[in-house]
């Protein structure tokens, strides 16, 4: 078996094969292959000669800008261990992550709401502060690379290593970090090849993930290891949104003519009720695909009319499960036909007994793209592993055609006095109705049945939403016992990091 390539060599090979090619353009700057293998090589020494070694865990706390890159390319050049953290978490959390996972160094930025010094003295392991400011008082991330050496020597990197812990769950009470090792990074971009490459997926084009994509999603969350991963195999460049926007979003992939997007279900209901929407035809896109949730088929179709030369996808993807994991056929988007090869999945009931074709039953995988479970979690791992396989907690059904299709998470299921109501039912019919821009259906308890249905949602710009109305609209659309008690309006719905709605705060909200 060939040794797989690790991230060092990788990058070699790209700044030979693409040369001056552009890898990222942030802030109008195009950074080439080239520049990228220069300047990742000395902050990769600059990290080993301020004493960091293999296996030490470095975090990067920054919205998306060339220096996050630059950090994933050379911690995974030296065998650290990244810990990407998502910007909009609180000095608190950080300080729960940084002692669950006992940091030794952080890359960050001055511009926080909170003293970088009290986050030193709270996390008894961080040694090393690097900010991308320069800043006595603590390492310059460009004097790091201004001041090393741009030979960088093999570090012996074996791919059982560990090189990156995701936290998931947004660190309210406990922090829970997904382990990946040094192959799992690997596989999110083979995959996408692999899809984009399938006849069986395709038949009517073929993905090139050797193009330019814009990148909205934040690097902290899974997926948006795919940019990087994806332009040192394949030479994608990519254009860095330092935070989504969008109506920046459309000007990029206008200016930069953008072959390709992937982002989660939130940034596409964003684009669509933009104002000024009508007045842009997204005719440079080749492929669009939606990660992370399911999401509206609906939804989809609208985003489709916008991009006249496209294939749209919905895609499947857990940060536990390297995404994607599953995508659809451009024919049937409400379903997943195509799941990757580096798995096996299929559907239990709580038996753990296999459903029969049309049965609903909780996705459960196992394979080389499942992760090495929750960092420091062994009774947690005990919970999500049973022989071999990780049970997700999402629900779904095969159809006699194999094609997969999701309903919801096991959480997300509202029992209404006996009856079992799902969220992702009612959240599609909500968003349906012209002037809703997101929608979630919630459980909250109830004296009588146990549980009832709250929903909660927001309006696109400009739109007024009556409560009275939406309720008339959902006696009309919904059974009785999947009807909700009431309906809420905000202008946004609270999300987490990578743009999914965070349920566990509305819940909170009352």
Same mark, same amino acid.
Request: proline share 5%; hydrophobic share 40%; with cysteine.
């Given at each position: 078996?060939?040794?797989?390539?690790?991230?060092? /060599?990788?990058?070699?090979?790209?700044?030979?094969?693409?040369?001056?090619?552009?890898?990222?353009?942030?802030?109008?700057?195009?950074?080439?292959?080239?520049? &990228? /293998? *220069?300047?990742?090589?000395?902050?990769?020494? +600059?990290?080993?000669?301020?004493?960091?070694?293999?296996?030490?865990?470095?975090?990067?706390?920054?919205?998306?800008?060339?220096?996050?890159?630059?950090?994933?390319?050379?911690?995974?050049?030296?065998?650290?261990?990244?810990?990407?953290?998502?910007?909009?978490?609180?000095?608190?959390?950080?300080?729960?992550?940084?002692?669950?996972?006992?940091?030794?160094?952080?890359?960050?930025?001055?511009?926080?709401?909170?003293?970088?010094?009290?986050?030193?003295?709270?996390?008894?392991?961080?040694?090393?502060?690097?900010?991308?400011?320069?800043?006595?008082?603590?390492?310059?991330?460009?004097?790091?690379?201004?001041?090393?050496?741009?030979?960088?020597?093999?570090?012996?990197? !074996?791919?059982?290593?560990?090189?990156?812990?995701?936290?998931?769950?947004?660190?309210?009470?406990?922090?829970? +970090?997904?382990?990946?090792?040094?192959?799992?990074?690997? #596989?999110?971009?083979?995959?996408?090849?692999?899809?984009?490459?399938? !006849?069986?997926?395709?038949?009517?084009?073929?993905?090139?993930?050797?193009?330019?994509?814009?990148?909205?999603? =934040?690097?902290?969350?899974?997926?948006?290891?795919?940019?990087?991963?994806?332009?040192?195999?394949?030479?994608?460049?990519?254009?860095?949104?330092?935070?989504?926007?969008?109506?920046?979003?459309?000007? #990029?992939?206008?200016?930069?003519?953008?072959?390709?997007?992937?982002?989660?279900?939130?940034?596409?209901?964003?684009?669509?009720?933009?104002? !000024?929407?009508?007045?842009?035809?997204?005719?440079?896109?080749?492929?669009?695909?939606?990660?992370?949730?399911?999401?509206?088929?609906?939804?989809?179709?609208?985003?489709?009319?916008?991009? =006249?030369?496209?294939?749209?996808?919905?895609?499947?993807?857990?940060?536990?499960?390297?995404?994607? &994991?599953?995508?659809?056929?451009?024919?049937?988007?409400?379903?997943?036909?195509?799941?990757?090869?580096?798995?096996?999945?299929?559907?239990?009931?709580?038996?753990?007994?296999?459903?029969?074709?049309?049965?609903?039953?909780?996705?459960?995988?196992?394979?080389?793209?499942?992760?090495? +479970?929750?960092?420091?979690?062994?009774? #947690? *791992?005990?919970?999500?592993?049973?022989? +071999?396989?990780?049970?997700?907690?999402?629900?779904?059904?095969?159809?006699?055609?194999?094609?997969?299709?999701?309903?919801?998470?096991?959480?997300?299921?509202?029992?209404?006095?006996? !009856? #079992?109501?799902?969220?992702?039912?009612?959240?599609?019919?909500?968003?349906?109705?012209?002037?809703?821009?997101?929608?979630?259906?919630?459980?909250?308890?109830?004296?009588?049945?146990?549980?009832?249905?709250?929903?909660?949602?927001?309006?696109?710009?400009?739109? /007024?939403? *009556?409560? *009275?109305?939406?309720?008339?609209?959902?006696?009309?659309?919904?059974?009785?016992?999947?009807?909700?008690?009431?309906?809420?309006?905000?202008?946004?719905?609270?999300?987490?990091?990578?743009?999914?709605?965070?349920?566990?705060?509305?819940?909170? &909200?009352?």
């Amino acid at each position: 078996m060939e040794k797989r390539k690790d991230v060092r /060599q990788l990058i070699i090979d790209a700044a030979e094969k693409f040369n001056n090619k552009t890898a990222f353009v942030y802030n109008n700057v195009e950074y080439s292959f080239a520049k &990228l /293998q *220069n300047d990742v090589f000395k902050l990769a020494n +600059g990290l080993l000669n301020i004493g960091l070694r293999k296996g030490d865990k470095v975090a990067i706390y920054l919205p998306n800008c060339i220096e996050y890159a630059y950090s994933y390319y050379a911690i995974y050049s030296t065998g650290l261990v990244v810990i990407p953290i998502d910007f909009f978490l609180t000095d608190n959390e950080i300080i729960s992550i940084g002692n669950h996972c006992e940091l030794k160094a952080i890359i960050t930025t001055e511009n926080v709401k909170f003293d970088l010094k009290e986050l030193k003295d709270a996390i008894p392991t961080l040694e090393h502060i690097i900010t991308i400011e320069k800043n006595t008082n603590y390492h310059y991330f460009w004097d790091l690379i201004n001041n090393s050496s741009n030979e960088l020597a093999d570090q012996g990197i !074996e791919i059982s290593m560990p090189s990156s812990i995701f936290y998931t769950s947004g660190v309210t009470g406990k922090p829970k +970090g997904a382990l990946w090792n040094y192959e799992h990074i690997h #596989l999110g971009a083979e995959q996408m090849k692999e899809m984009g490459l399938s !006849e069986k997926l395709l038949n009517i084009v073929k993905i090139d993930v050797t193009e330019r994509s814009v990148a909205p999603i =934040p690097f902290s969350h899974s997926a948006g290891l795919l940019y990087f991963m994806i332009g040192i195999k394949y030479g994608m460049s990519t254009v860095i949104m330092p935070r989504f926007a969008p109506l920046e979003l459309v000007k #990029l992939i206008k200016k930069w003519g953008a072959t390709n997007i992937f982002m989660a279900p939130a940034m596409f209901y964003a684009v669509l009720t933009l104002k !000024e929407i009508e007045n842009y035809s997204l005719d440079t896109l080749i492929w669009a695909t939606v990660f992370g949730a399911p999401s509206s088929p609906d939804l989809m179709m609208k985003f489709a009319k916008l991009c =006249p030369n496209a294939v749209i996808f919905n895609g499947y993807g857990l940060t536990e499960v390297i995404p994607p &994991l599953a995508v659809s056929s451009p024919q049937n988007i409400k379903g997943f036909s195509y799941i990757v090869s580096n798995i096996n999945l299929k559907l239990v009931d709580s038996h753990d007994k296999e459903v029969k074709k049309g049965e609903i039953g909780e996705v459960i995988v196992k394979g080389k793209s499942v992760f090495c +479970g929750y960092y420091n979690e062994p009774q #947690l *791992n005990e919970q999500v592993f049973k022989n +071999g396989w990780f049970y997700t907690g999402d629900l779904g059904y095969f159809d006699n055609d194999n094609t997969l299709y999701l309903i919801g998470k096991s959480k997300d299921i509202i029992k209404v006095g006996g !009856e #079992l109501v799902w969220a992702a039912e009612i959240e599609e019919v909500l968003l349906r109705y012209p002037g809703i821009r997101e929608a979630a259906a919630v459980g909250i308890p109830d004296p009588l049945r146990g549980e009832v249905v709250k929903c909660y949602v927001a309006p696109a710009d400009s739109k /007024q939403l *009556n409560k *009275n109305d939406l309720l008339d609209y959902l006696r009309k659309n919904l059974a009785k016992f999947k009807q909700p008690k009431d309906i809420i309006i905000l202008d946004d719905l609270p999300k987490t990091g990578p743009g999914k709605i965070n349920k566990t705060a509305l819940k909170e &909200l009352g």
